[in-house]
């Protein structure tokens, strides 16, 4: 899929990884849909800073906890811009908690905001990718979703929960839209992290080295305009950590 003029909707968009992948994509000339919870400051800058060099973008709030927010949201993106060509499933909830202090709360906001959320907005988004007649998901899943982290099982199980999802809806969408997940090893380690602990993520890769925001962005832009034949993939982008 060539990008020019195609509507690219990125949740998380303001921060971090999904605010990198956002850029990429307005670099190759898509109209940028930047998705805010809270971040609303950040998501606006964004959004400046892709017009100040040229491209097209708008923030859209939306809590992602609630199926009607993402329908709300859905509908205004498409309102404003008659279609949507790429979803990129990028907000998350991550924070560590050991399985005797996981509260119903806990558990609902990780299945809701990474799994939940990630469906429905898919299914939404996804619908009028079949009736453009095309259309690419990605979801930004974890390497835990294969070998979880001790003291995250609800975001593990989440992420779990998004490798299966993931396949479901590249059968469920097929064959208008291919969906594809990229399960991330350490790219940017928690922000509550000790030097420590972030030395021990480089230690533990076979590349010596955490990735970047940009090497997400990079395997986004893969997915989207790289091949049309993959679909249900999940691509490990962990350094080798899997493998260590």
Same mark, same amino acid.
């Given at each position: 899929m060539e990008l020019e003029d195609k509507v690219a909707l990125v949740?998380?968009?303001?921060?971090?990884?999904?605010?990198?992948?956002? !850029?990429?994509?307005?670099?190759?000339?898509?109209?940028?849909? /930047?998705?805010? %919870? #809270?971040?609303?400051?950040?998501? =606006?800058?964004?959004?400046s800073e892709i017009e100040r060099a040229g491209g097209r973008a708008?923030?859209?709030?939306?809590?992602?906890?609630?199926?009607?927010?993402?329908?709300?949201?859905? !509908?205004?993106?498409?309102?404003?811009?008659?279609?949507?060509? /790429?979803?990129? %499933? #990028?907000?998350?909830?991550?924070? =560590?908690?050991?399985?005797e202090d996981v509260t119903e709360q806990d558990w609902d906001l990780n299945l809701n905001v990474n799994l939940k959320a990630p469906f429905f907005l898919s299914r939404a988004a996804g619908a009028a990718m079949r009736r453009q007649g095309a259309g690419k998901i990605i979801?930004?899943?974890?390497?835990?979703?294969?070998?979880?982290?001790?003291?995250?099982?609800?975001?593990?199980?989440?992420?779990?929960?998004?490798?299966?999802?993931?396949?479901?809806?590249?059968?469920?969408?097929?064959p208008e839209v291919q969906v594809n997940c990229i399960a991330l090893g350490p790219v940017l380690p928690p922000e509550d992290y000790s030097d420590e602990e972030s030395a021990r993520l480089i230690a533990g890769t076979l590349t010596?080295?955490?990735?970047?925001?940009?090497?997400?962005?990079?395997?986004?832009l893969f997915f989207c305009q790289g091949t049309d034949f993959a679909t249900g993939a999940t691509l490990l982008l962990d350094g080798g950590r899997l493998l260590n």
């Open positions: 949740t998380g968009a303001a921060r971090r990884v999904g605010r990198a992948i956002a !850029g990429r994509l307005a670099e190759r000339r898509a109209i940028v849909a /930047v998705h805010y %919870n #809270s971040s609303r400051h950040e998501a =606006r800058s964004l959004v708008r923030a859209f709030g939306a809590d992602l906890a609630s199926v009607a927010e993402i329908e709300r949201m859905v !509908g205004e993106i498409l309102d404003a811009f008659g279609r949507i060509d /790429v979803l990129v %499933n #990028s907000a998350s909830v991550f924070y =560590r908690k050991p399985i979801n930004i899943g974890d390497w835990a979703g294969i070998r979880p982290y001790n003291n995250y099982l609800p975001y593990t199980v989440s992420k779990s929960g998004l490798i299966g999802l993931t396949r479901a809806l590249s059968k469920a969408l097929a010596k080295r955490l990735g970047s925001p940009e090497d997400v962005a990079q395997a986004v």
